[in-house]
């Protein structure tokens, strides 16, 4: 009996400390969450910096649209929703373009495809290209790349405020270009207007 006793003591002795154990670590994974770096929003991204070839193999910097507000275009030949978007998006340069506003299309693809595609299309916009370097600027975005279509909005000052994924429409370039005139006109805070670029 007293042998019965002395095991159950035993385990009863070692079923508290382990519990005691892991409850002794949850404070300290808990922390070293809340220490983990968390996402980027677009409320907190930096400015994008990069330059890619154009469709005459010309390296052209980013910063060459300085002070305007810049809408990156992500896209390939072979994907649909990005085709289609093509004339809503040659539409919106014409219109918003002596505004302050500048699409840039980024072709995630071979020049050699791009080329003969963009002669077709007449871009009235600039088209650069590239795969794995224009995929590394997608990505800068902080925002989970998985596809595109997919659009960085970057204010005049060049600060990444807001990106869309999935197809554009008009509704959507409507309501950038009004969040971004208010934010022009100061009705806006840039934290404001990057949480109103988050619920398109």
Not at 64 to 91: D, Q, S, V
Request: proline share 6%; with cysteine.
């Amino acid at each position: 009996m007293s042998r019965i006793f002395l095991i159950f003591c035993a385990a009863l002795v070692a079923l508290m400390a382990g519990a005691l154990f892991y409850a002794a670590r949850i404070p300290a994974e808990i922390a070293l969450e809340q220490a983990a770096p968390q996402p980027t929003m677009p409320g907190a991204m930096t400015h994008p910096a990069f330059t890619l070839p154009d469709l005459e193999g010309k390296d052209r910097a980013f910063t060459e649209w300085g002070g305007k507000h810049r809408l990156i275009n992500f896209w390939a030949t072979w994907c649909a929703p990005c085709r289609r978007e093509i004339p809503l998006l040659k539409a919106f340069q014409e219109e918003h373009g002596e505004a302050g506003f500048q699409i840039l299309g980024i072709a995630v693809d071979y020049p050699d495809m791009v080329l003969p595609f963009a002669e077709e299309a007449e871009f009235n916009y600039p088209i650069l290209t590239g795969q794995q370097d224009a995929m590394a600027v997608a990505e800068s975005s902080g925002i989970e790349f998985i596809g595109m279509p997919f659009t960085m909005i970057v204010a005049r000052d060049g600060e990444l405020v807001g990106a869309y994924l999935g197809e554009l429409h008009q509704s959507h370039l409507d309501d950038i270009v009004t969040i971004l005139t208010r934010l022009d006109n100061g009705e806006l805070s840039k934290q404001e207007a990057s949480g109103a670029l988050d619920l398109l």
